[in-house]
């Protein structure tokens, strides 16, 4: 079946975008077509076709696709049908950050803890949670049947703590530390450098100032 076909990693990384559009769509409109998804997912039709043929969803010529059901299938794939629940370990200004950010439950993410090494912070109000001191870790991310984990420590903490969530149980791990953390083959891991992603920027910046030889 082609719902049970291999996802590309590609293709992984471009569902949520459909998936945003789909849930804006959801309500106002019962069909979309690949191009209107496309458009609003920053890609092409033809990609969006290919995509979505890995779910098993191929849509109906001259009509599009049911949204509602586009969601279900996505979320069914992305493990979003369920509740996942979400550790943070950090609790610097980034750290506060995200664990307050209104938009996870929405998408199927409950922030149940955030941790921090410093005492000072030890039961701040972050979010729907309070901070609690990084040498509980390990016995609270059992207790709260936690899922992922988000890393954002200082660089220097950063390998070590990964080394507890795994550890503890911990399979999927997002690190915003700025360090490159490892982790076993068996652990799902996405490394976000901030630096970097500005860097990459500035080279783009540079690029589209730069003129043309001869113009």
């Keep these: 079946m082609a719902a049970g076909r291999r996802i590309p990693e590609a293709t992984v990384s471009r569902l949520p975008l459909y998936l945003r559009v789909l849930n ?36 109906t010529r001259g009509v599009g696709y049911e949204v509602g059901y586009l969601v279900r299938q996505i979320n069914r794939r ?9 550790v943070i370990v950090g609790a610097g200004n980034l750290g506060q950050a995200l664990a307050s950010y209104g938009g ?22 972050v979010g729907p949670t309070r901070v609690e001191p990084v040498s509980s870790l390990a016995e609270v991310l059992r207790q709260r049947a ?5 890393i954002t420590t200082p660089a220097p903490a950063a390998q070590a703590v990964a080394d507890v ?3 503890a149980g911990i399979r999927s791990i997002l690190n915003f530390a700025p360090t490159t953390v490892v982790v076993p083959d068996h652990v799902a891991l996405r490394q976000v450098d901030l630096g970097i992603e500005l860097q990459i920027l500035s080279f783009y910046q540079q690029s589209l100032a730069t003129p043309v030889a001869g113009f």
Excluded: C, M, W
């Design 78 to 86: 992305l493990g979003l049908d369920g509740e996942r629940h979400v």
């Design 104 to 125: 996870f439950p929405g998408r199927g993410f409950q922030v149940v803890a955030a941790f921090d090494a410093d005492p000072a912070k030890f039961g701040r109000v």
């Design 165 to 167: 969530l795994v550890e």
């Design 24 to 59: 804006e769509a959801n309500g106002s409109v019962q069909t979309i077509s690949s191009e209107v998804l496309a458009l609003r997912a920053g890609v092409n039709a033809a990609q969006v076709r290919k995509d979505l043929s890995y779910l098993g969803s191929y849509g």
């Design 146 to 150: 936690a899922d992922i984990a988000v």
